[in-house]
């Protein structure tokens, strides 16, 4: 079977093309995969031709493939992708004005067990290679014909899965992404969200080249969050909430936190005062979602005047944003990826 190209960095490619092949072959095939974007192996036509038919007997670029593309009323769409062991994962792209951004699974499933979120009914099936991780990017980048020069493209790691329980492969990708030599990608462009691992926390944090970081916060007490999220039976609040403030932020950057709005669970204006008090000290924003609702989700969806007030409170000491849902009739929102056919 042919081993895709997609996923290997510089090194790995010197050891594909062996050592009778000069080292700038390498640059040559990294670039026409990852900025020239090639579908074919055939098409990078700064390689030999000679090369180029060796290339293609051995490998394949090693792009996923599109099962299925469900397409919203309000311009998202929804990608269900085949990967080569016949397992689905699904990324959604979210065009708005002059910035488009894609939305990128870490796993097929999840293991975490949100109780607001759909995907963790489906479990964890296994983690995904740094190839497909970038493969989806490259993908849904050629099929919309996007532009990656750092202006208008954001990718953000909140998708199916926990990424920082697939954190090896979610740096190998990102560094790919990020390469000025592979996909182009500014650091400001792409985020990871986690749930809360607190010990991957801090190893993302030593690396030097790393997407921004989102904190899945979801309450603002302990015991509502180990209601809501059980990975807090391992991983306290009061840890996460240090391992935050230990994270070693870069000069341009801010801690983001996400907040998932659940109707008369966490909404409240005392909830929100003890969200400000948690962040003290942090460089921080907030995003608020409200519950995007799902037919097997056990919560309700607050009133826009609920939202509000409990913004009004945050934005006295944060920035804080409500996070408009994309692509609720396709089943695309934040928390909605199932797999459904819907």
């Not at 090194?11 to 990294?30: K, N, V």
């Not at 980048?141 to 926990?162: F, K, P, S, Y």
């Not at 190998?172 to 985020?191: C, E, M, N, V, W």
């Amino acid at each position: 079977m042919p081993q895709p190209i997609v996923g290997m960095d510089l090194a790995d490619l010197r050891e594909a093309l062996g050592s009778d092949q000069p080292a700038y072959r390498a640059r040559q095939l990294y670039e026409g995969v990852y900025r020239g974007q090639a579908s074919d192996l055939i098409q990078i036509s700064t390689l030999p031709a000679g090369l180029r038919q060796d290339l293609a007997l051995r490998h394949e670029v090693g792009l996923p493939a599109v099962s299925r593309l469900y397409q919203s009323a309000d311009g998202t769409r929804r990608y269900l992708l085949k990967l080569d062991d016949g397992l689905t994962v699904e990324t959604v792209l979210m065009p708005e004005g002059e910035r488009d951004t894609i939305c990128i699974s870490s796993q097929v499933g999840c293991p975490v067990d949100c109780k607001f979120c759909m995907t963790a009914l489906l479990g964890l099936e296994r983690s995904l290679t740094a190839g497909e991780i970038v493969g989806q990017v490259l993908l849904i980048a050629r099929e919309n014909r996007l532009r990656h020069d750092g202006g208008r493209l954001n990718i953000v790691m909140m998708g199916q899965g926990e990424p920082l329980l697939n954190l090896a492969n979610v740096v190998k990708a990102t560094r790919i992404l990020l390469d000025p030599h592979g996909f182009a990608l500014s650091p400001r462009r792409i985020t990871v969200s986690t749930s809360g691992i607190i010990p991957r926390i801090a190893e993302l944090g030593r690396e030097p080249v790393r997407p921004k970081l989102a904190i899945s916060l979801n309450a603002s007490t302990e015991e509502t969050r180990e209601q809501l999220m059980p990975i807090t039976r391992k991983y306290h609040l009061k840890d996460l909430i240090d391992a935050c403030k230990a994270y070693p932020l870069r000069p341009w950057e801010k801690l983001t936190f996400e907040y998932v709005l659940l109707k008369g669970v966490n909404d409240t204006d005392a909830d929100a005062r003890r969200v400000v008090k948690l962040l003290a000290n942090l460089n921080c924003k907030v995003n608020l979602i409200a519950l995007n609702p799902g037919p097997e989700i056990p919560f309700e969806t607050p009133d826009p005047a609920r939202v509000d007030s409990f913004q009004q409170i945050i934005r006295r000491s944060f920035p804080c944003f409500v996070r408009k849902p994309r692509g609720l009739d396709i089943y695309a929102a934040c928390g909605q990826l199932k797999r459904s056919g819907n």
